[in-house]
């Protein structure tokens, strides 16, 4: 089965900053979708960057992007010129090509402050 | 309507009640998902609608959890006899169900407390 491994509880960066958050997966899969969601206080969950394993370009999404590493099965987010409203949870999340939609599995989630 | 629409937005009930969470999805999105999310942790999924079938219902973790799906509309989450691990926020997404990697739409989930 799939795990998505989340290893920073909480990050913090200083407004205007730059800041990375990792995930790291695990998976037998040769194709998937990876994706990153970040959850402010409001609960809803939304959607910031996603990737296909078959892409070796890493997405990016204005001040947001990626870093893919498809062999070391890593993928964090580097957040750019962080805003007070980039605040909130974020979650990585990993999709099968194989089996049911439904099933995007979740990391636990990285808490990110920003300083003012 | 604009999004994906929750209620009741928080639910508070005793030990052994049954409850009912729904939800509105997106016009005209034919996939509908339910994930729990207790504190701290990830989401859970729980289960998958295309339409109104569920062709996943793996993640549902007892007979005590049911849902249903209204044509292509509501959704609703039934947990009967409800238990104090069951305490966590419910959500609820909705994509257009053509691909796989297309983004889900999320409302603003039901916290559910068991007393």
């Known amino acids: 089965a799939q795990t998505v491994t989340q290893s920073q509880p909480e990050m913090s960066v200083q407004e205007a900053e730059t800041v990375t958050l990792s995930c790291t997966y695990d998976t037998s899969e040769s194709d998937y979708y990876l994706f990153w969601y970040k959850q402010p206080p409001s609960r809803q969950m939304i959607l910031v960057i996603r990737q296909e394993a078959y892409k070796q370009q890493n997405a990016t999404e204005n001040r947001f992007s990626v870093n893919f590493q498809k062999a070391a099965k890593s993928f964090s987010l580097k957040i750019s010129d962080s805003q007070l409203g980039d605040a909130a949870m974020y979650f990585c999340?990993?999709?099968?090509?194989?089996?049911?939609?439904?099933?995007?599995?979740f990391g636990k989630g990285t808490k990110l402050s920003v300083k003012p | 309507g604009a999004g994906v629409s929750q209620s009741p937005s928080n639910k508070v009930t005793e030990k052994g009640k049954d409850v009912e969470l729904r939800c509105d999805p997106i016009s005209g999105h034919t996939a509908l998902y339910w994930y729990r999310q207790r504190l701290g942790q990830g989401l859970e999924f729980l289960i998958y609608f295309q339409g109104n079938s569920a062709p996943d219902k793996s993640g549902l973790p007892s007979d005590r959890f049911s849902a249903e799906r209204t044509g292509e509309s509501v959704s609703t989450l039934t947990i009967q006899r409800t238990q104090q691990e069951d305490s966590a926020v419910y959500l609820c997404a909705s994509s257009f169900g053509r691909q796989l990697n297309e983004k889900l739409f999320f409302g603003s989930g039901t916290q559910l407390s068991v007393l």
């Open positions: 999340a990993y999709r099968s090509r194989e089996g049911s939609q439904g099933n995007l599995i």
